[in-house]
């Protein structure tokens, strides 16, 4: 089975960086999906990582690490619109579904 | 606009009753997974269907079922609803069967059971 782990919730300033860890254990790993979702909303695709290391889409980054089953979401320059859960969500060989982490509500404050 | 249409957009229904949820997926995608969100909890995987097969299955009650259609749209069927069963039911699509591009989501349906 997956078993995916994130912290329940943060809190960060307005113009702050803020990094949401994801651990995950799971057989047969091809990448990991980030998405945000706010409140009431449909989930939005917001990167994916196949290989090691970082990779930066404007004032969002992810970053890989296979070997240790470990990622990060990394959001700079923080504005209220970015208050909002955000998911991690290994893709596998052999199955056909994504299993989303219980994901992590962030609070960004003015 | 994601491009995957759910209808209806809110549902509210009585307990012991039976709803069916819709789903066209966005343009050229063969896939259709349907999600189950209850307040603020995680997405839990329900089911999926690759060009009308079923191809994955989640925790999705026996009072659940699903089909998806030539058209390719796919339809959840909730009978026998209790109150438990409110939550957001989202469906998400993508090109092909193993999902290894990321799914498009609905805007979802929220039903509520009183």
């Known amino acids: 089975g997956q078993n995916i782990d994130q912290p329940t919730e943060m809190t960060a300033t307005e113009g702050a960086i803020v990094q949401i860890n994801c651990t995950y254990q799971t057989s047969g790993f091809n990448g990991l999906f980030w998405y945000q979702q706010h409140a009431g909303e449909a989930p939005t695709f917001l990167s994916y990582n196949v290989l090691d290391g970082l990779e930066e889409k404007g004032r969002f980054s992810s970053f890989l690490s296979r070997s240790k089953g470990y990622s990060y979401l990394l959001l700079k320059e923080l504005q209220m619109k970015d208050s909002a859960s955000y998911l991690c969500?290994?893709?596998?060989?052999?199955?056909?579904?994504?299993?989303f982490g219980t994901g992590t509500r962030l609070k960004v404050l003015a | 606009d994601s491009g995957v249409t759910q209808t209806p957009k809110h549902l509210i229904t009585a307990t012991g009753q039976r709803v069916t949820l819709r789903c066209s997926p966005r343009?050229?995608?063969?896939?259709v997974y349907w999600y189950q969100q209850s307040l603020d909890q995680g997405l839990q995987f329900l089911i999926q269907?690759?060009?009308?097969?079923?191809?994955a299955k989640g925790n999705i009650l026996e009072r659940f079922s699903a089909q998806q259609f030539p058209d390719l749209h796919s339809e959840l069927n909730l009978s026998s609803l209790e109150l438990g069963d409110s939550a957001l039911y989202f469906c998400?699509?993508?090109?092909?069967?193993?999902?290894?591009?990321?799914?498009?989501f609905g805007s979802g349906t929220r039903l509520t059971v009183v």
């Open positions: 969500a290994p893709s596998t060989s052999g199955t056909y579904k994504y299993i």
């Open positions: 343009s050229g995608d063969l896939s």
């Open positions: 269907y690759y060009n009308g097969e079923e191809r």
């Open positions: 998400a699509s993508s090109v092909e069967d193993r999902g290894g591009y990321g799914y498009t």
